[in-house]
């Protein structure tokens, strides 16, 4: 049986703005009464005599039509209910109750004082009034009446209170419910400080998802493979599925050169599928020469992230007298047609059946609070912060994915300590792979130094799993625990020590580990996951 939505009230409540903010939070298809007067009445396609038609079929048929509407609508496989968005008599009401089930009509009444619906009216452009004034609209017969149908209503709601958002809420809130397919979050985070290649696991998987949502600042380069490319403001799976929707988070802070580089690779982006959160930070070119001048004794990549997260912070009442004025994505106009809410966003699309990745930023033991402290980034790193920067709520999330390195590695130079560091021919020699080939990779994709790297950190990456609520680890780099491993596709067809490696990782960090990267590209990806058993 259909479900059907029926709202009522006056002119100039704000009927239109309520149903469309209704369906863009319900999946309802529209019921076309003026279609079903067209058809039935052959009338002119025009205000005032498909009003005169109404009136006719009230009194034909004392109201039964809307029904009769409704009945011949289809409701699409993708929508939960039939929206009718004015009912003018309660009759009307009651006949789709009759014919639908008084169990399935949900009837929502909206109404304001008449000074307010006067106001209302008055500001309509003259095209769009039922009539020159608001006291000719009224004295029409029905309209005079409409306010009868409050009494029968499920929910009567007061339009002047409340902005069209939360009046929504208050209608639908216990009664309206949507049976909605399964839809999750699954977050990937880097386990280690940084550089684990998890960018390279979120661009393989995300074909997997319908949602790439993107949070951090350009001082961590993410490169992928498929087609090759090194990502600092979007999600690093954007040139992996073309069909996804990418959000850039409102805890981003967005270097525009960066932004619009990004965007020129990547031309589909401009017309459709790209969200900026209006509340998202810009970075400053004053922002990165304040950095060059304070933080080169932590080896920090300097792109302005940092201070441009201070201004937010100390800028939230004007001018700071040490920076420039504060600028937020919503400020740019350039930016102007990509503006909107992330977390909305996240929101609805969780409720119509979408999945989406969120890319965290850095790793973990770079977080601003728990990393060793000066030698931190600006922001919080964990899946904690992650979440907290995109607006999701973690009762959201299906997986946790910590990205670790089989020797992690830090940027070059003073940036803090990281346990026992090995060199690179080291390496090469356990390995058997070219020490020429390694040191070509183990630069930053940012600040193009050298890395330094250490061994392997057993309880970096317990804490980092329990930290982060793990339910999965990727394990990445595993040809520099033997260049045999390359060759192989399979995880029984690893060398003996990536075995121990990987199941001594299970042991110690209590949940699988579900990716196991032992090269760039999809050949280079063991997929171990079973996620939807």
Known sequence: ???????????????????????????????????????????????????????????DTGGAWVAEAAAETNLPSDKSYLLIDSARIPSQVDFLKERFGPENVHHIHLTAPREVLEQRFNSRPADRREAPTYREAITDQT???????????????????????????????????????????????????????????????????????????????????????????????????EKAEIY????????????????????????KGLVIDAQAMIIDA???????????????????????????????????????????????????????????????????????????????????HHGTYPYVTSRETSAAGCLSDAGIPYTKLRKVVVVARTYPIRVGGTSGPMGIEVSFDEIARRSGLPVERIGKTEIGSVSGTKRRMAEFDWDQIRRSAYWNGATDIAVTFVDYLGADNEAVSTFDQLNPVSRDFIKDVERVCGVPVSLVSKGFGHDGLIDRRKWND
């Not at 979120?202 to 074909?207: G, I, Q």
């Open 286 to 368: 004053k922002d990165i020469a304040l950095e060059k001048k304070l933080l080169g004794g932590i080896s920090s990549t300097k792109q302005g992230v940092g201070a441009a997260t201070a201004r937010k912070i100390m800028g939230r009442d004007g001018d700071l007298g040490w920076g420039p004025k504060v600028k937020l994505a919503r400020d740019i106009p350039r930016l102007k047609k990509y503006i909107g809410n992330v977390r909305d966003k996240v929101e609805i699309a969780l409720s119509a059946g979408k999945k989406v990745m969120l890319e965290g930023t850095q790793g973990t033991d770079l977080s601003i």
């Open 1 to 59: 049986m259909k479900k059907i939505i029926v709202l009522s009230g006056p002119i100039a409540v704000g009927k239109t703005s309520f149903s469309d903010e209704l369906m863009r939070r319900y999946p309802c298809e529209k019921v076309s009464t003026r279609k079903y007067i067209l058809k039935v009445k052959q009338v002119p396609n025009r205000r005032k005599p498909l009003q005169a038609a109404g009136a006719e079929l009230d009194c």
């Open 248 to 271: 850039i988070a409102a805890g981003s802070t967005i270097s525009l050169k960066q932004l619009f580089k990004e965007l020129d690779a990547h031309p589909w982006l401009k017309e």
């Open 143 to 241: 309209e005079a009446q409409v306010e009868r149908l409050a009494s029968i209503a499920d929910v009567v709601v007061a339009t002047e209170k409340s902005d069209v958002k939360s009046c929504v809420t208050f209608a639908a809130a216990g009664r309206l419910s949507v049976e909605a397919p399964p839809s999750y979050v699954d977050l990937f985070v880097g386990g280690q400080w940084g550089s684990e290649g998890k960018g390279n696991i979120c661009a393989l998987l995300a074909k997997e998802y319908d949602i790439l949502v993107r949070v951090g600042g350009p001082n961590a380069g993410h490169k992928v493979q498929d087609p090759e490319y090194t990502y600092r403001q979007l999600p690093s799976g954007t040139g992996s599925n």
